[in-house]
Protein backbone atom coordinates (compact mmCIF):
# COMPACT_ATOMS: atom_id res chain seq x y z
CA UNK A 1 0.00 0.00 0.00
CA UNK A 2 2.99 2.15 0.53
CA UNK A 3 4.30 1.60 -2.49
CA UNK A 4 1.24 2.77 -4.31
CA UNK A 5 0.76 5.85 -2.42
CA UNK A 6 4.34 6.86 -3.23
CA UNK A 7 3.67 6.01 -7.21
CA UNK A 8 0.88 8.51 -6.96
CA UNK A 9 2.86 11.18 -4.91
CA UNK A 10 5.03 10.96 -7.29
CA UNK A 11 2.75 10.92 -10.48
CA UNK A 12 1.12 14.01 -8.65
CA UNK A 13 4.37 16.21 -8.23
CA UNK A 14 5.77 15.51 -11.84
CA UNK A 15 2.48 16.59 -13.12
CA UNK A 16 2.50 19.91 -10.78
CA UNK A 17 6.06 20.41 -12.10
CA UNK A 18 5.21 20.05 -15.94
CA UNK A 19 2.43 22.78 -15.14
CA UNK A 20 5.10 25.25 -13.53
CA UNK A 21 2.94 25.25 -10.46
CA UNK A 22 6.35 24.84 -8.31
CA UNK A 23 9.65 25.44 -8.21
CA UNK A 24 12.84 23.79 -9.27
CA UNK A 25 14.05 23.86 -5.76
CA UNK A 26 10.36 22.98 -3.96
CA UNK A 27 10.28 19.61 -6.73
CA UNK A 28 13.80 18.60 -5.45
CA UNK A 29 12.75 18.60 -2.04
CA UNK A 30 9.35 17.28 -2.38
CA UNK A 31 10.83 14.27 -4.48
CA UNK A 32 13.46 13.53 -1.46
CA UNK A 33 10.69 13.52 0.66
CA UNK A 34 8.98 10.73 -1.32
CA UNK A 35 12.10 8.86 -1.94
CA UNK A 36 12.69 8.78 1.78
CA UNK A 37 9.30 7.80 2.52
CA UNK A 38 9.25 4.41 0.51
CA UNK A 39 12.76 3.76 1.56
CA UNK A 40 11.65 4.32 5.23
CA UNK A 41 8.70 2.21 4.74
CA UNK A 42 10.90 -1.19 3.59
CA UNK A 43 10.11 -0.60 0.12
CA UNK A 44 13.86 0.00 -0.81
CA UNK A 45 15.39 2.61 -2.54
CA UNK A 46 12.84 4.83 -5.36
CA UNK A 47 13.73 5.86 -8.45
CA UNK A 48 11.85 9.07 -10.20
CA UNK A 49 10.26 8.08 -12.99
CA UNK A 50 11.69 9.05 -16.32
CA UNK A 51 10.83 12.52 -17.23
CA UNK A 52 8.09 12.16 -20.20
CA UNK A 53 8.89 13.99 -23.30
CA UNK A 54 6.46 15.05 -26.07
CA UNK A 55 6.71 14.33 -30.36
CA UNK A 56 5.96 16.08 -33.24
CA UNK A 57 7.21 13.94 -36.18
CA UNK A 58 11.26 13.71 -35.25
CA UNK A 59 11.32 16.37 -32.47
CA UNK A 60 11.01 16.20 -28.61
CA UNK A 61 10.06 18.04 -26.16
CA UNK A 62 10.05 18.53 -22.47
CA UNK A 63 6.67 19.82 -21.87
CA UNK A 64 3.05 19.48 -23.71
CA UNK A 65 3.23 22.99 -23.81
CA UNK A 66 6.25 22.94 -25.61
CA UNK A 67 5.01 21.04 -28.20
CA UNK A 68 1.63 22.38 -28.54
CA UNK A 69 3.35 25.74 -29.40
CA UNK A 70 5.24 24.20 -32.11
CA UNK A 71 2.86 22.34 -33.68
CA UNK A 72 0.30 25.51 -33.27
CA UNK A 73 2.81 27.79 -35.62
CA UNK A 74 3.68 24.90 -37.97
CA UNK A 75 0.42 24.20 -38.75
CA UNK A 76 -0.68 28.14 -38.83
CA UNK A 77 2.13 28.15 -41.40
CA UNK A 78 0.55 25.83 -43.32
CA UNK A 79 -3.03 26.50 -43.22
CA UNK A 80 -2.61 30.23 -43.69
CA UNK A 81 -0.11 30.02 -46.78
CA UNK A 82 -3.52 27.56 -48.28
CA UNK A 83 -5.57 29.70 -47.73
CA UNK A 84 -3.44 32.36 -50.33
CA UNK A 85 -2.39 29.55 -52.85
CA UNK A 86 -5.84 28.12 -53.25
CA UNK A 87 -7.62 31.66 -54.09
CA UNK A 88 -4.76 31.99 -56.57
CA UNK A 89 -6.72 28.89 -57.98
CA UNK A 90 -9.49 29.84 -58.02
CA UNK A 91 -8.41 32.26 -59.99
CA UNK A 92 -7.76 31.14 -62.78
CA UNK A 93 -10.05 27.82 -62.73
CA UNK A 94 -12.37 27.93 -65.75
CA UNK A 95 -14.58 24.94 -64.29
CA UNK A 96 -17.57 25.95 -62.06
CA UNK A 97 -17.59 22.54 -59.81
CA UNK A 98 -13.65 23.36 -59.16
CA UNK A 99 -14.38 26.94 -58.55
CA UNK A 100 -17.37 26.12 -56.20
CA UNK A 101 -15.02 23.92 -53.78
CA UNK A 102 -12.44 26.07 -54.24
CA UNK A 103 -13.94 29.12 -52.35
CA UNK A 104 -14.68 27.03 -49.33
CA UNK A 105 -11.19 25.43 -49.05
CA UNK A 106 -9.87 28.80 -49.29
CA UNK A 107 -12.03 30.25 -46.52
CA UNK A 108 -11.10 27.05 -44.49
CA UNK A 109 -7.31 27.13 -44.81
CA UNK A 110 -7.20 31.01 -43.94
CA UNK A 111 -9.65 30.70 -41.03
CA UNK A 112 -7.77 27.88 -39.48
CA UNK A 113 -4.62 29.99 -39.93
CA UNK A 114 -6.14 32.61 -37.70
CA UNK A 115 -7.34 30.63 -35.67
CA UNK A 116 -4.52 29.14 -34.83
CA UNK A 117 -2.57 32.19 -34.41
CA UNK A 118 -5.31 33.15 -31.95
CA UNK A 119 -4.71 30.33 -30.02
CA UNK A 120 -0.62 30.58 -30.31
CA UNK A 121 -1.01 34.35 -28.94
CA UNK A 122 -3.50 33.40 -26.03
CA UNK A 123 -0.68 30.18 -24.95
CA UNK A 124 1.95 33.47 -24.30
CA UNK A 125 3.79 31.99 -27.61
CA UNK A 126 4.62 33.82 -31.12
CA UNK A 127 3.61 33.31 -34.43
CA UNK A 128 6.85 32.83 -36.15
CA UNK A 129 7.07 29.66 -38.66
CA UNK A 130 7.05 30.21 -42.31
CA UNK A 131 7.24 27.29 -45.34
CA UNK A 132 10.63 27.83 -47.48
CA UNK A 133 10.79 30.01 -49.84
CA UNK A 134 11.04 27.64 -52.59
CA UNK A 135 7.90 25.81 -52.11
CA UNK A 136 6.41 28.67 -51.71
CA UNK A 137 7.29 30.43 -55.06
CA UNK A 138 6.77 27.08 -56.50
CA UNK A 139 3.26 26.29 -55.56
CA UNK A 140 2.20 30.21 -56.28
CA UNK A 141 3.73 29.51 -59.92
CA UNK A 142 1.41 25.84 -60.49
CA UNK A 143 -1.91 26.70 -58.55
CA UNK A 144 -1.84 30.31 -59.83
CA UNK A 145 -1.18 29.28 -63.58
CA UNK A 146 -4.26 29.53 -66.32
CA UNK A 147 -1.99 26.81 -68.51
CA UNK A 148 -1.90 24.04 -65.86
CA UNK A 149 -5.26 22.24 -65.82
CA UNK A 150 -7.94 21.61 -62.97
CA UNK A 151 -7.69 17.79 -63.47
CA UNK A 152 -3.81 18.03 -63.41
CA UNK A 153 -3.72 20.41 -60.35
CA UNK A 154 -6.32 18.04 -58.57
CA UNK A 155 -4.40 14.93 -59.58
CA UNK A 156 -1.12 16.55 -57.56
CA UNK A 157 -2.92 16.72 -54.46
CA UNK A 158 -4.11 12.93 -54.53
CA UNK A 159 -0.89 11.76 -55.20
CA UNK A 160 0.67 13.50 -52.09
CA UNK A 161 -2.45 12.83 -49.64
CA UNK A 162 -3.37 9.17 -51.22
CA UNK A 163 -5.42 8.28 -48.25
CA UNK A 164 -7.47 10.70 -45.78
CA UNK A 165 -6.55 9.04 -42.60
CA UNK A 166 -2.36 9.67 -43.72
CA UNK A 167 -3.25 12.98 -44.20
CA UNK A 168 -4.19 14.12 -40.84
CA UNK A 169 -2.32 11.51 -39.41
CA UNK A 170 0.15 14.50 -37.67
CA UNK A 171 -2.90 15.91 -36.18
CA UNK A 172 -4.14 12.81 -34.75
CA UNK A 173 -0.44 11.99 -33.18
CA UNK A 174 -0.53 15.74 -30.97
CA UNK A 175 -4.00 14.83 -30.17
CA UNK A 176 -3.09 11.93 -28.46
CA UNK A 177 -0.09 13.72 -26.66
CA UNK A 178 -2.18 16.33 -25.11
CA UNK A 179 -4.13 15.95 -21.54
CA UNK A 180 -4.34 19.65 -20.14
CA UNK A 181 -4.69 21.71 -22.45
CA UNK A 182 -8.07 21.07 -23.40
CA UNK A 183 -8.99 24.07 -25.33
CA UNK A 184 -6.52 23.44 -27.99
CA UNK A 185 -7.52 20.03 -28.18
CA UNK A 186 -10.88 20.90 -29.13
CA UNK A 187 -9.80 23.48 -31.69
CA UNK A 188 -7.52 20.77 -33.10
CA UNK A 189 -10.38 17.88 -33.09
CA UNK A 190 -12.85 20.78 -35.11
CA UNK A 191 -9.56 21.42 -37.45
CA UNK A 192 -9.43 17.67 -38.24
CA UNK A 193 -12.64 16.94 -39.37
CA UNK A 194 -12.12 20.40 -41.64
CA UNK A 195 -9.35 19.28 -43.10
CA UNK A 196 -10.82 15.27 -43.88
CA UNK A 197 -13.39 17.23 -45.71
CA UNK A 198 -11.07 19.04 -47.62
CA UNK A 199 -9.36 16.08 -49.01
CA UNK A 200 -12.33 13.98 -49.67
CA UNK A 201 -13.03 17.07 -51.49
CA UNK A 202 -9.88 16.65 -53.60
CA UNK A 203 -10.41 13.29 -54.41
CA UNK A 204 -13.92 13.18 -55.38
CA UNK A 205 -13.77 15.88 -57.75
CA UNK A 206 -9.82 14.67 -59.17
CA UNK A 207 -12.51 11.19 -59.82
CA UNK A 208 -15.59 13.53 -61.09
CA UNK A 209 -13.18 15.23 -63.70
CA UNK A 210 -11.48 12.23 -64.66
Known amino acids: MAEVTSEFELRQLLKAYRRGLISD ?3 EEQ ?7 T ?3 GDGPSQAAP ?3 YQV ?3 SFASEREMVLHFLDEFRAGETFGGEVFALWYAVSPDPRVRGGLQVVREREAMHGKLLG ?5 LGGKCQASLPEKF ?3 ARARLGSPTVGDAEKLADFVRRLPDVEAAVAPIRAVLAQIEEDCETRALLESILEDEMATVRWFHTTAAALA
Request: net charge positive.
Open 25 to 27: ELF
Open 136 to 138: QTA
Open 39 to 41: TAN
Open 31 to 37: LREVRGA
Open 57 to 59: RDR
Open 51 to 53: ART
Open 118 to 122: ARIVA
